[in-house]
């Protein structure tokens, strides 16, 4: 069940593996991409932390707005209207049920919708897909998802130009929701 | 001024603010209002420079063209936060936009205009 | 160094200056080399300029990308006065520079390139 | 027959010409193009003046690669290729023959090569070509072939992308090419 307490708990825990491994994320985005996934995140994450500073005792709604709308005005690659799409479908549906799993099925939608990517495109439907179906979410579930993408060859985003010399890289945008997903189990009270 | 408007975006504020200076030659009663590059500047997309784009053409009906995907999201936001009409476009971007330029300084329909832009589309 | 360089032609300086800024992103180790307006840096393309872009290019073998139709003539004409391998692409120019750069970087043969590349022919 | 001397003196005519109807050959370009025809072909004509006076006892050749290289520095537009192309072809072609019509058929071939263009596309073609093959050259040749660029629709050029919208208007490069030849009578000794 998510509060605002734990989310913003969730989202700090998550900006510290961003702050972590930001350096990982671009170069993940080297080969496939435009190197700069580490650094959108990190700069997106910042976005969000300052938004959410800026709360006055806000709902779940209002504080979901502001992550989405922190990860928006911050990123300034595909991953920010990705990302902020799913925080805006979570703060359209919170008010309605609270619970992790309807909340990030609603997400994986919006992203879905945003980029019109489905799953076994190597983006980060897969991991926000196999994360949102399953029963029990454990940091398994997420690590098979993510790796599963390195044997994908890309149908979206930039790495969708290099074709089959796309397969046997890891998709940084599921990297990053992997993260941000480990960060979730992490955060006591959520699941 | 014309009823239909163009709005440009690009990565790269260059290219976004480059564009007019191509179009008005062809466009002189077009309005043309760019967005280029993250909030910061680096090579990128705003959602929130994209709005100000569409807030600040003249006309109420937009044509829009971007570069590449990303741009199309943030485009795609934009849209979603507007009350302007805003027709978003899947075309070469600067072949796209010259050849729409043209046909609405020459007054000829939306309807026209989407004809012959249909070949151009290429994402 | 790639094998393989890029110049990018367009009526307008900023646009054709600013799309290396878009490339070098995803191609690091690909030479862009471009130009952009007339001689007196009105909107418009020149002979020399163009040729300028051909000799700086650090790669010897180079794919040309443009706007519109004058800018190919100019570009035509630069390359029946160089001894450089020029491949003039009719493809949209930004869209089109981008595969290319991509590809270029990955190491894609030329022919593959040019399948990649034959979808985004729209002059 | 051309030689050094008419050549200076047909090219110094079409310069007069052109002075005089650059706003005119600017306007015409305004429905149907981007409005600078006039300016284009004015510097075109000021670097084919300046590339003359450069030239040192000059033979026909090196005279009609000087207007060529004058014309491609300076116009900026399509047209600056077009007439530096059909120069360039007279240029190789002069030491054959100096007949002005074997050099303006091959300047024809020149500007049909560059532009892709061909009879009835409402280009500058559509003077070049009726001119070429007229058996004798006359005003009246000239005006009836820029005449009918009016009823034509444009398959070349920025006038193209108007379609069924081109008819109605001169095409601009049509009329400087007709002042181009007028000049080429009002010279004495070449026809
Ligand atoms: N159309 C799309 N649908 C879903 N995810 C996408 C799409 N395009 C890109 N992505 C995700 O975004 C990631 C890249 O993000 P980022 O590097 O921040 O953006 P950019 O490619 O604009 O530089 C990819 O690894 C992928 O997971
Ligand atoms: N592909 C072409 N083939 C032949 N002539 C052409 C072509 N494109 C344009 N023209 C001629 O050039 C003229 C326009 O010249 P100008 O205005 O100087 O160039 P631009 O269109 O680049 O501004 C047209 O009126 C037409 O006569
Ligand atoms: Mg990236
Ligand atoms: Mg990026
Ligand atoms: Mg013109
Ligand atoms: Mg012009």
Redesign the pocket.
């Known amino acids: 069940m998510l509060t605002v307490e734990n989310t913003q708990k969730w989202l700090n825990n998550f900006y510290q593996k961003i702050e972590e491994h930001k350096d990982y994320l671009s170069e993940l985005?080297t080969p496939i991409?435009?190197g700069?996934?580490g650094n959108?995140?990190m700069r997106g994450m910042v976005g969000v932390k300052e938004s959410m500073a800026r709360l006055q005792n806000p709902d779940l709604q209002a504080l979901f707005k502001a992550i989405a709308m922190g990860l928006i005005s911050k990123?300034g690659?595909?991953?920010?209207p990705?990302y902020g799409t799913a925080f805006l479908e979570m703060a359209k549906k919170c008010t309605e049920t609270q619970a992790a799993a309807d909340l990030i099925l609603v997400g994986l939608a919006g992203?879905k919708k945003?980029?019109?990517?489905t799953e076994g495109?190597k983006?980060?439907?897969d991991v926000w897909s196999p994360v949102a179906h399953s029963s029990q979410l454990t940091t398994e579930v997420i690590a098979a998802a993510v790796a599963a993408t390195k044997d994908m060859q890309a149908k979206?985003?930039?790495?969708s130009y290099l074709g089959e010399r796309s397969i046997g890289h890891l998709?940084?945008?599921?990297v990053s929701?992997g993260y941000l997903f480990t960060a979730l189990i992490e955060t006591e009270g959520i699941l | 001024m014309k009823k239909l408007g163009i709005i440009l975006i690009s990565h790269v504020s260059e290219i976004a603010d480059g564009l007019p200076k191509l179009l008005t030659q062809v466009a002189q009663d077009v309005s043309f209002t760019s967005a280029g590059g993250t909030d910061t500047n680096d090579v990128?997309t705003s959602m929130e420079k994209i709005l100000t784009a569409i807030n600040n053409n003249d006309a109420a009906e937009l044509l829009a063209f971007y570069d590449i995907?990303?741009a199309k999201?943030n485009l795609e936001l934009a849209i979603e936060m507007t009350d302007k009409q805003v027709h978003l476009y899947d075309t070469a971007l600067v072949e796209g936009a010259y050849t729409a330029a043209t046909l609405i300084q020459a007054d000829v329909p939306l309807a026209d205009i989407e004809k012959q832009l249909a070949p151009l589309k290429i994402k």
């Open positions: 985005d991409g435009d700069d996934h959108n995140m990123v690659g595909a991953s920010g990705l992203i945003r980029g019109g990517a495109d983006t980060m439907v979206k985003g930039r790495a998709d940084p945008g599921a929701s | 990128g995907g990303s999201m």
